[in-house]
């Protein structure tokens, strides 16, 4: 594919979405993701996140990528999310598995 269609759709592929999440213990909890469309996969790159206090942010725990190029953090999921709704569903199910994580170290 030539260089300028991948800027052109590298420019269509962004999308911001936001979660409130409240906590097992009533904390509002927000999550800001932006969805990009990397490699015939989106990813949920984690914009805003609450801080995880006490809890390990080991990347295996907190179930994140790094990606280096964008100096972001991304949500770890193995199979390829070929639409919105796929990457809106993964990323809404993380937030709420993080919030858990946070208040009350339930692991996922």
């Given at each position: ?45 984690i914009v ?14 907190t179930?994140?990528?790094y ?6 953090f991304?949500?770890c ?15 809404r199910?993380?937030?709420t ?12």
């Amino acid at each position: 594919m030539s260089s300028w269609i991948s800027r052109f759709i590298d420019t269509l592929s962004d999308h911001d979405k936001s979660f409130n999440v409240t906590s097992p213990h009533g904390k509002q909890m927000t999550f800001v993701f932006k969805y990009k469309y990397v490699d015939s996969s989106w990813r949920a790159y984690i914009v805003t996140c609450p801080g995880y206090g006490s809890r390990s942010t080991n990347l295996g725990d907190t179930h994140r990528y790094y990606d280096n190029s964008r100096n972001l953090f991304y949500v770890c999921w193995t199979v390829r999310l070929t639409n919105l709704e796929q990457i809106t569903e993964v990323s809404r199910m993380w937030a709420t598995a993080t919030a858990r994580y946070i208040d009350i170290g339930e692991r996922f």
